[in-house]
């Protein structure tokens, strides 16, 4: 079982940027892949992009070439670095490996 914490989120003005970081422990994190999604408001949580342990990054159509997933072994965390943020980005954005899920952080795109 992996502990997941998510953090970074808030309020940011439309064209803005914001990033999210996760925490993950329970396991050597450099053998660690994971999942952001995000549930907006009415709407079913929606997978955004994923990591595999060795790096390989995969972000959905939806926001690619907005959104950056990255990890950093050494300082053990994840990351999800969102450019040109829209309304339609509003949700609470979620780490995920396996069974195990963060509580989960809300962010707001609002003029």
């Known amino acids: 079982q992996v502990q997941i914490a998510e953090y970074g989120g808030g309020l940011v003005q439309p064209g803005g940027s914001l990033t999210l970081s996760c925490t993950a422990s329970?396991?050597?994190?450099?053998?660690?892949?994971m999942t952001w999604h995000r549930q907006a408001p009415g709407k079913q949580r929606e997978w955004i992009a994923s990591?595999?342990?060795?790096?390989?990054?995969n972000v959905s159509a939806s926001v690619k070439g907005r959104f950056t997933i990255s990890k950093d072994n050494a300082k053990k965390l994840f990351y999800l670095q969102m450019n040109s943020l829209t309304p339609e980005d509003t949700g609470i954005y979620y780490c995920?490996?396996?069974?195990?899920w963060g509580q989960g952080t809300q962010v707001t795109v609002s003029s």
């Open positions: 329970g396991k050597i994190f450099r053998t660690l892949a």
């Open positions: 990591i595999t342990a060795s790096g390989v990054a």
């Open positions: 995920n490996r396996r069974d195990d």
